[in-house]
C-alpha cells in the first residue's frame, strides 16, 4: 500500500538551481537514472495490448520477450457474476462495455450511469497463443478483493470468497501463480471478480502470463530479498536498541530502531515481498493481514519524524510531528467504526500526506547539509532515493510509466544511510570523549604535578618555619636567656649586699622580676623548639611538651608512646609535635578537662598514630558555652595533617570529652629494636 496512487512531483526551482552545488544531490540524480532508465522505454510486448476482448500473442517469443502482458480492454459485464458455461450458451450475455486492464472500473459509465467503487462484476479475455504454449503460468498480484478465475472453462484460481455484499464477501489479498495447461492455441480466461470491501473495484495490477520458470523464479527473487532485507532490519534494529539501552541519552538510536521495526513489519506483511511472512507465520483473517501491515506503513512516518527531530531539532518544525501523529491516531479510530472501503480511501490520502512530509524531509536534510551538519548528507542521500522509490512505484502503479517496483530497494537504501549517519554521529562522539579524556588525563597530571609542587613547597615552608624556631629558640636560650640568668644572678648578689639598708626592698622587687622574666624567656624558647629532645626523635619531644602543659596548668597529663624503631627516623614527627601542642592547648584553654591522655603509636603496616584524649566538657557543651569549636587553631591541625597526607578526625568521646587522632604514613622501618613506654605519671 506505500507505493500505490503517488502523484506525479517536483522539486522547487531554487532547489534545482542549487543542485550543482550539492555532490550528494548528484548522487541522487545518478541513482534515479540508474533505477529507472533502463525500464523507459516500451518493448515490443508491451505493444501487444488486448482489443475489444481479444488479445493475439501468435507473435510473441516468451524467451527474448519475457512475460506476455495481458493488459488492454477486457469484457466487462457490470453487476453479474457469470461462468462459462454462461458464455457456452446459444444466447449469450451482452457485454456492458469494455474495462481497461490494469485498471479500476470506478468512474465508468455503463447505460449512461457512473459506475461506484464497490459492486461486482465478470471480465472476459480471449486469446490467440504462441505455438509453443503448451503450459503457462498465470500470474494474479494485488488485486484487493475476491475473484475466481477460469480458463477454457476450468477453475484455475480462486482468491477469498466471491460475494454480492460486504457480508457474503471475503476480500484476501495475495500472489497467485495459476497453471494452465491450453487446448490449442484459443484460450479464455473468465474472471469473476467483487469488491465491497475496498474504494475501487478491478485489476490494478496486470495479470502476466509465460511458460513455467520465470514467473516462479521472480517470486523466488522477492522473497530471497525480502528476507535479505529483513535479515538487515533485524541486526540494525538490534543493534541501535542495544546503544538505546546502554545510554538512554541516544534517543536518536531509540527511535530508529523503532523505525527499523515498523519497516520491517510492514514489508513482510505488504504487497511489497509477496506477503513473505505467511511462508513461515499462519495467514491471519484477511482484515487482520490487511490492516496489520498499513497500521506499521502510518506507523513510520511518526518514528521517522522523531528520528530526524532528535539530531536536528532547530531545523525540523515540531508541528509535523502532531500531523503524522494525527494521520496514525485517525486511522485508529476508523478502524472499528468505518467501512473498509472508507478507510481505503483514507489511506490513499494518507499517502498523499505521507509524500508531502518525505519531499518536506528532504528539504529540511538539505538545509542541514547545506549547514554542514554532522551526518546530514548521508540523510539527505537516503531520504532523497527512498523519495525517488516512492514516486517510481506510484507512476508505474498509475501506468504512466513502465518500472518495476523499487519500494523495498529505497527503503533498504534509506535504512542504510541512516544507519551509517548514526554511526558517523558515533564515531564523531566517540573522537570528542576520547580527544577530551585525552585533555582531561593531561590536566589531570598537570594538576597532580602541581599539587605535588604545591605540597613540596607547604612542607619546605613547614621546614623552613621549623628551623626559625628552632634557631630562634637557641637564640632565646644562649643569647637572651643567658643574658637574663646573669642579670639575676647579679640582682641576688646585690640584694644580699644591701640587705638592711632602704634599697633593699626596691633591689628584692628588681630581683623577682628578673627571675619572671627568665622563666617567660626560657619557656618561650622551650615553646619555640625545646631544648631538651628525645634523643630517639627526629624532631622536638613530647615529653618536654607533656611536662610542660601539666606544669602551666596543672591538668594531669598522661603519655604514652610505643614505637617500633629504637630510633625514630620519621620526617612527620615534627609536624605531629605541632598538631600535639595545638591539640594540648585546646584542650587545655577550652574543654575545662582534668585528665589528658597523649599516645604515640608507631607500628610497621599501619604508620604512627597520635591520639590526644581529653575528659573535658566536649564540643558540644564547650560550644553552648560560647567557646570555639573550630577556629584557626583546627584549621592550621588540618592544613599541616594534610601536607603530611596524614587523616586527622575530631570526634566526641562516648563518656564524655573529645577525642584528636592523627594517623600519618611512615615509609622507614627498622627491625624493633625497643620499645619505650612514659610511666602514666609523666607532668611534673
Known sequence: MMNRNAPRSFFPPR?????????????????????????????????????????????????????????????????????????????????SGLISLPGTWKGMLVNGEK?????????????????????????????????????????????????????????????????????GENLELVLQISNHHFRAG???????????????????????????????????????????????????????????????????????SFWAIRRFLPSLPPHWSEYVSLFFYMA?????????????????????????????????????????????????????????????????????ARRGMNGAGLLLLGSGVSLLASMNDGLSHTKHINTPYLIEFGML??????????????????????????????????????????????????NISEEERRRISHELHDGLCQKLTGARLRASILNKRLAGTDEATTMASLAALLDASTDDAYRTSRGLWPVEHDPAMPGPSLDDLARRIAKDTGIDVRLEMRRHCGQCTNPNMRTLYRIAQEALTNAAKHAQARTIRLKLCCSVLNGVTLTVHDDGIGRTA???????????????????????????????????????????????????????????????
Not at 493475439?56 to 457469470?82: C, H, I, K, V
Not at 505455438?131 to 477453475?155: H, S, V
Open 15 to 95: 532547489m534545482v538551481l542549487t543542485f550543482h552545488s550539492v555532490p550528494l544531490l548528484k548522487a541522487l540524480l545518478l541513482v534515479a537514472v540508474f533505477l529507472l532508465l533502463p525500464y523507459g522505454q516500451a518493448t515490443a510486448a508491451d505493444r501487444m495490448r488486448a482489443e475489444n476482448g481479444v488479445l493475439d500473442l501468435r507473435s510473441f517469443d516468451p524467451a527474448t520477450m519475457g512475460p506476455a502482458q495481458l493488459d488492454g480492454a477486457w469484457e466487462f459485464y457490470w453487476n453479474r457474476l457469470l461462468t462459462p458455461q454462461d458464455f457456452a450458451e446459444s444466447t449469450a450475455p451482452s457485454p
Open 115 to 183: 459506475l461506484g467503487g464497490t459492486g461486482q462484476a465478470t471480465l472476459r479475455l480471449r486469446l490467440r497463443l504462441w505455438p509453443e504454449a503448451n503450459t503457462l503460468t498465470l500470474q494474479l498480484f494485488d488485486i484487493p478483493m475476491a475473484y475466481r478465475l477460469w480458463a477454457n472453462g476450468q477453475l484455475v484460481a480462486t482468491n477469498g470468497v466471491v460475494g454480492t455484499d460486504a457480508d457474503s464477501e471475503t476480500p484476501l489479498r495475495s500472489l497467485v501463480l495459476a497453471s494452465i495447461t491450453p487446448k
Open 202 to 272: 478491478g485489476v490494478p495490477e496486470g495479470l502476466q502470463l509465460a511458460p513455467p520458470g520465470p514467473l516462479e523464479a521472480e517470486r523466488d527473487r522477492t522473497w530471497t530479498f525480502s528476507y535479505f532485507f529483513a535479515g538487515c532490519l533485524m541486526v540494525t534494529l538490534l543493534y541501535h536498541l542495544f546503544l538505546f539501552y546502554l545510554d538512554r541519552m541516544q534517543v536518536s538510536a531509540g527511535y530508529f530502531s523503532g523505525l527499523c521495526l515498523c519497516i520491517l513489519c510492514f514489508c513482510m506483511t505488504s504487497n511489497t
Open 300 to 368: 513510520c512516518a511518526p518514528m521517522l519524524f522523531r528520528f530526524y527531530y532528535s539530531l536536528y531539532p532547530k531545523v525540523f518544525h515540531p508541528a509535523i510531528r502532531y500531523l503524522v501523529d494525527l494521520r496514525l491516531m485517525v486511522f485508529l479510530l476508523l478502524l472499528p467504526i468505518a467501512p473498509d472501503h472508507r478507510i481505503s480511501e483514507y489511506i490513499a490520502f494518507s499517502i498523499f500526506i505521507g509524500l508531502g512530509c518525505a519531499i518536506y524531509y528532504v528539504l529540511r536534510l538539505f538545509a542541514c
Open 413 to 462: 537504501f534509506l535504512v542504510v544511510t541512516q544507519s551509517l549517519a548514526l554511526a558517523k554521529r558515533f564515531s564523531h562522539a566517540f573522537m570528542s570523549v576520547g580527544k577530551l579524556s585525552e585533555e582531561l588525563e593531561h590536566k589531570n597530571q598537570s594538576l597532580m604535578a602541581e599539587m605535588e609542587e604545591r605540597n613540596r613547597l607547604e612542607q619546605e615552608v613547614i
Open 622 to 684: 564547650s560550644a553552648r558555652q560560647g567557646s570555639r569549636t573550630g577556629g584557626l587553631g583546627l584549621g592550621i591541625m588540618a592544613h599541616r595533617a594534610g601536607v603530611i597526607h596524614a587523616k586527622l578526625t575530631i570526634e566526641d568521646a562516648p563518656l564524655g570529652g573529645t577525642i584528636v587522632t592523627c594517623a600519618a604514613p611512615c615509609d622507614k622501618h627498622a627491625s624493633p629494636t625497643s620499645t619505650r613506654r612514659t610511666p602514666p605519671d609523666a607532668s611534673r
